[in-house]
């Protein structure tokens, strides 16, 4: 049983928008930090966003600071992101993770202990 699913991808000219979202289930998601991560092909998987359990606490990569919003509904236990004024580097698989930590785990995405299977955005030029 998938846990995270990952939904709201698709293609979209540059300086378009898009909204991820992420369904939690299985487990308190609620309780833990989510984030968001991306892969291009031929790349590492790199940070994007996460957000902490409560909200309080959110962390951008630099370069979606500005363009992207990371939020989260723990009643409904989902977490969007926000793609505005996305470019052709934005192009990559983008996948949801979770992890029970209180705080915000780092960047790294050997800190994160759940993910889903990813949803490809798509931005053309």
Request: glycine share 12%.
């Amino acid at each position: 049983q998938r846990q995270l699913v990952e939904s709201g991808g698709g293609s979209v000219q540059a300086g378009g928008s898009l909204r991820l979202s992420c369904a939690a289930s299985g487990r308190p998601f609620s309780s833990y930090a989510m984030g968001w991560f991306r892969q291009a092909p031929g790349k590492e998987r790199e940070f994007v966003a996460a957000i902490s359990w409560s909200g309080d606490r959110i962390n951008y990569a630099d370069s979606v600071k500005g363009r992207f919003t990371v939020s989260r509904d723990n009643f409904k236990n989902t977490v969007h992101l926000q793609m505005n004024s996305l470019k052709p580097e934005d192009t990559a698989v983008y996948y949801c993770a979770a992890d029970p930590n209180r705080g915000l785990p780092s960047g790294s995405r050997w800190s994160w202990a759940y993910w889903g299977q990813g949803t490809q955005v798509t931005v053309s030029s």
